[in-house]
Each structure stands twice: as structure tokens, then as C-alpha cells.
């Protein structure tokens, strides 16, 4: 990796969240990466809905959670720590290669690796990455080593079992007639999933600043649902309704669900879509597992109406899964859509 050069305000803004730094990277084909001053203690979003799986009441508190926050925590989720580890230390020994050799791998495109450039619209960030198609073919995993492969494939099947799970929970907790109703929204035939691997070097200089890179910058994810998994280490934030952002305590026994836009539309916007960032803060490098689950290319998504009161209105038009991909892959990251 290329060695940015640290430049700090020494100016009252500097206390604020603005971005009043900037990291410049030694490759001036690459823009600046903003700096964010470090979130204070009394920002840890310390209150994080937990869904325990194996307690009776699951339904309702996953319903609850995706009301209140759009996030939760999953607990009592019965996946090895052990499988998890495993995919965690392949992702790091091949994060550690020399930037050459991870380079020749396969440059994202949008599969592959990728280095602080995130998609095609200008935005970066200190981060590099693996992006997989989900697919039943294993030969498609087959410029990765069998030792990845294998801890790949593992983890992808256990965390489909689990997004199934969830997902006919919250059908439950919503009393949708079809409990397997967004289950075979996005597990079935021809479901757009997509695997990533996010790593997030340690850059120990911003600690002598109190200061964060911005590590993969603000978004809500379009798909239904996301499911994340990471090691020991903070990052992760997300925004409250109040608009708000809370660092999320790291839990690497436990998984994160994030509601997608599509879901949004589903629940005619009574899940919201919830905004989340993470940001590098140089002490540890931070390695994240997120599966997102999107529903075929042409299937139709528009506001569910068992879930829509008497008299409620459809606020979003009928659209493609591909349609909206297509569109949401051509903004920013921040960008509303």
C-alpha cells in the first residue's frame, strides 16, 4: 500500500466532525481520503438491539428492532466461532500479501480486488477488498487458493442458513401470511447475492491526532438485507433517526443486520433503510464479512399490501430489483436515493 501523508488543522474546527483534514496518498491519480475527528465515548451506541434466536419472543424483538433502528445484533445464531475465525485468518494472510502479488489476483470489476477506490463514481477510502459474486458454481472462486475457497464457501452456506432464519422471523413478527416470503425473495433461483470482505489497515499516526480516516464512507445498502460479521475492532457507526452517528461496540461472536433500501420498500417505509459508515482509526487493522441479499434481477419490488393499513398509499412506484441496481450503483456512496 502507498504511504498517505498526514496533514492536521490546528484550528478550533478541528474539534468538530467537519472534515477539516485530508490525507494525501502518495499516487496523485488517487484523490484525498477525508480524516473525521474520532468519536467521543459518550457517542458508543451502547443500547444495540440484540435478537437472541434461541429465546422464544424472537419475532417481535427483531420487528422491533428493525422499527426503531433499521440495525440489530443476532445472538444465539449457532455458527461456529471456529468457522468464523478461519475465513477471518485467510482474509488477513491474503490482505498481508505484497500489494504486487494481491494486484495480479483479479482487479475488481466489478469482482475481484479492490484498493481505497469503492465503485465507479469517485469514491475512496482506507480500504482494500474482495468482492464475490454469490454462486452456485465453485469455479468462480477458483483465483483464490483452495484453503480460502474453502473457508469462503463454508461461511457463505452457514450465513444463508442464518439469513433465513432471520428473514422468516421478521415475516413472522410481521404477520405475513407466507412466512418464506422474503426468505424466497432472495435465497431462490436467480437471487443477486454478494459477498465482500473489507480490510482496514492500521495507520497508527491518527491516534497522535485523535482523528479517523474515513474507512468505506456513509450509504445504505440497497439489497433486502445485509449480514455483517467482524473481528475485535471498532469501526463501524451508524446514523439515528435524529441523524445522529453512534460507533457500534465491536462483537466478533455476534452478527449485524443491516435493513436495506428494498426492504424499505417492501415495509412501505416502515423499516428504514438504516445509514452506516466505518471509519479507520489506526490501532488495529479491522477485517469485516458482509453478505448482502438481493432479490432476482427481474423480480418486482414494490410495498407489500397485507403490511399497508386501510386507506395507506403505496409511497414508492413498482420496479425491477435490476432496475434499482443499476440506478443505485450509479450514485455516490452518500447520495440519497
Not at 427483531?62 to 482474509?91: S, T, W
Not at 469482482?111 to 482506507?126: A, T
Amino acid at each position: 500500500m502507498h504511504t498517505p501523508f498526514l496533514l492536521c488543522s490546528t484550528s478550533n474546527a478541528w474539534s468538530t466532525a467537519s472534515v477539516s483534514a485530508m490525507v494525501v496518498l502518495a499516487n496523485p491519480a488517487l484523490d484525498a481520503i477525508p480524516i473525521l475527528s474520532s468519536p467521543k465515548p459518550c457517542a458508543c451506541f451502547s443500547t444495540v438491539p440484540v435478537v437472541d434466536l434461541s429465546m422464544p419472543g424472537a419475532a417481535e424483538a427483531l420487528v422491533r428492532a428493525c422499527d426503531d433502528f433499521g440495525f440489530f445484533k443476532i445472538a444465539g445464531h449457532g455458527i461456529p466461532m471456529e468457522l468464523m475465525q478461519k475465513l477471518e485468518a485467510e482474509a488477513l494472510r491474503f490482505f498481508h500479501f505484497p500489494q504486487a502479488d494481491k494486484e495480479k489476483t483479479r482487479p475488481a470489476d466489478p469482482f475481484g480486488y479492490g484498493n481505497k477506490q469503492i465503485g465507479p463514481n469517485g469514491d475512496i477510502g482506507w480500504v482494500e477488498y474482495l468482492l464475490f459474486a454469490v454462486t452456485a458454481d465453485p469455479s468462480a472462486y477458483t483465483y483464490m487458493d483452495c484453503s480460502f475457497r474453502s473457508a469462503l464457501l463454508d461461511f457463505m452456506l452457514s450465513v444463508r442458513k442464518l439469513a433465513r432464519e432471520v428473514l422468516e422471523l421478521m415475516a413472522e413478527g410481521l404477520k405475513l401470511e407466507k412466512r418464506e416470503f422474503f426468505s424466497n425473495l432472495v435465497l431462490g433461483d436467480g437471487s443477486d447475492g454478494i459477498f465482500r470482505l473489507n480490510h482496514y489497515p492500521k495507520f497508527p499516526l491518527l491516534e497522535k491526532f485523535n482523528c479517523s480516516l474515513t474507512g468505506f464512507g456513509e450509504h445504505t445498502d440497497p439489497q433486502l438485507i445485509s449480514i455483517l460479521r467482524s473481528n475485535n475492532s471498532a469501526g463501524l457507526q451508524i446514523s439515528l433517526r435524529d441523524g445522529s452517528w453512534v460507533s457500534v461496540p465491536p462483537d466478533s461472536e455476534s452478527f449485524f443486520i443491516n435493513v436495506g433500501d428494498t426492504l424499505q420498500v417492501l415495509t412501505n417505509g416502515r423499516f428504514k433503510s438504516v445509514r452506516h459508515r466505518v471509519l479507520a482509526n489506526g490501532s488495529k487493522p479491522r477485517i469485516s464479512m458482509i453478505y448482502f441479499f438481493g432479490a432476482a434481477p427481474t423480480e418486482k419490488i414494490a410495498p407489500l399490501e397485507e403490511l399497508m393499513g386501510e386507506g395507506e398509499r403505496s409511497k414508492y412506484r413498482e420496479f425491477t430489483w435490476s432496475e434499482y441496481k443499476k440506478g443505485a450503483y450509479k450514485t455516490r456512496l452518500g447520495d440519497y436515493r
